[in-house]
């Protein structure tokens, strides 16, 4: 038995929802209703998040941009969300593996069964920061739906020992889970339909928010242009097919001329623009963007003259 255990009833994730109070009595469509509506408040709770979610997009921006990273670190569904936000983070934007990671206690196993007993031990986050080699420069993101995870806290704890920025990501209000870190983003979307089951709405707005945040991240790293993803790594057809409609949409050329001009800038879209736009050459191209901070923008006004 387990001496001294704190009661977590009070927290806004643990408490009952009254809309659902009849849950098991409704009819399939019922349910669907109930869900889109309880759904919705995940967007009002991005919107009165917003500015604690810009402050981490600055904060996390300005970090890799002076050569840091950005770990996400949880249990259970929280953690499995940063781990899938940091996967789909070199497929989609052409990152080495190792600028965006997610740590999650219990570590691959858990991916696929849960280890929920080892959120409780506030030593092993410590040790994932030291074994992730987490250092003044890089970003920690604690996610943590009901705040209160151990493994989750010990990691923050540990990663500002060692310099690091810190965002705290929960779903119940400061005055229920105290916890200091550079940005508190606190994502309120009420009890759950299933109480206690954070996996719903607790999940999906936690979804949204790494969605937001490492997107925003990378546009500010220069990886898109317009809305486009001119960093995509060209790994497939369908992304070829990508790269080359990027070309053709931003640019004069036709087929055959795009697939050329990728090909002669190694199957990397952003310099394939500068290339085309900047009359320049690969090599030429690459320096540049070297130079400027991988910014397109910025290499393209170095190069054309000013009107």
Known sequence: ?????????????????????????????EMVDLFNQEDARTLEAIAAARTELAAAIDLT??????????????????????????????PTFCTAPELVQGILAGGAPALLK???????????????????????????????????????????????????????LACVPESQVPFSADVNLRLLVGPEILAGSTRLKAGTVTKLALNILSTSVMVKLGKVYGNRMIDVAVTNQKLRDRALRILEDLTDLDRPAAETLLDASGQ???????????????????????????????ALAAVQPKP
């Not at 921006?61 to 949880?74: D, E, M, P, W």
């Not at 394939?272 to 050459?281: K, P, Q, R």
């Open 1 to 29: 038995m387990v001496e001294n255990l704190a009661p977590r009833g009070h927290l806004l994730t643990e408490q009952n929802n009254p809309k659902s109070a009849q849950l098991d009595q409704l009819t399939s469509l």
């Open 114 to 168: 849960s280890s929920e007993a080892l959120e409780d031990r506030a030593e092993d986050g410590a040790a994932a920061m030291a074994t992730a080699g987490v250092t003044d420069g890089d970003v920690v993101v604690g996610i943590t739906a009901g705040g209160t995870t151990p493994y989750v806290q010990g990691a923050l704890k540990a990663a500002q020992e060692r310099g690091a920025k810190t965002i705290f």
């Open 268 to 298: 990397r879209v952003k310099l394939a623009l500068l290339m085309h736009w900047g009359n320049v050459d690969a090599a030429q191209g690459q320096d540049l963007l070297h130079q400027y901070d991988h910014q397109l923008r910025t």
């Open 61 to 90: 921006s300005a970090a890799l941009r002076q050569g840091g990273h950005l770990f996400y670190v949880g249990a259970g569904t929280s953690g499995r969300l940063g781990v899938l936000d940091a996967a789909e983070c070199p």
